[in-house]
């Protein structure tokens, strides 16, 4: 069955850096289209950043745009996401997903289980 597992998440302070990784098993990786979705508490689920199968068109939420990176390794079915400068905001529970469509933006076909963000002002 299709496996989406994230690491990296953790506590940091407003400023710092974490890096998301995301490692996905039981599909054909690299024709998915890949984002992070995170959904702070009381929130909806938010589009943070996606990236197509070969790297060549990435999308970022305004929010996130210049101090977020997305890229991904096929040869590891890897995606990952370098979070720089964050901030209280930045607070949530940050998810893998997989989908073949570029189009869609929270209505994704694959789900990881989650890791939190925390971050202290």
């Known amino acids: 069955q299709v496996q989406l597992v994230e690491s990296g998440g953790g506590a940091v302070q407003a400023g710092g850096s974490l890096r998301l990784s995301c490692v996905a098993s039981g599909l054909a990786f690299s024709r998915y289209d890949m984002a992070w979705i995170r959904q702070a508490p009381g929130k909806d689920r938010d589009l943070v950043a996606k990236i197509n199968w070969d790297s060549s068109r990435t999308k970022y939420a305004d929010s996130v745009n210049g101090r977020f990176t997305i890229t991904r390794d096929n040869a590891k079915n890897a995606v990952y996401l370098q979070m720089n400068n964050l901030k209280s905001e930045d607070t949530a529970i940050y998810y893998c997903?997989?989908?073949?469509?570029?189009?869609?933006?929270?209505?994704?076909?694959?789900w990881g289980q989650g890791t939190q963000v925390t971050v202290s002002s």
């Open positions: 997903a997989a989908d073949l469509a570029w189009f869609t933006d929270v209505d994704y076909d694959f």
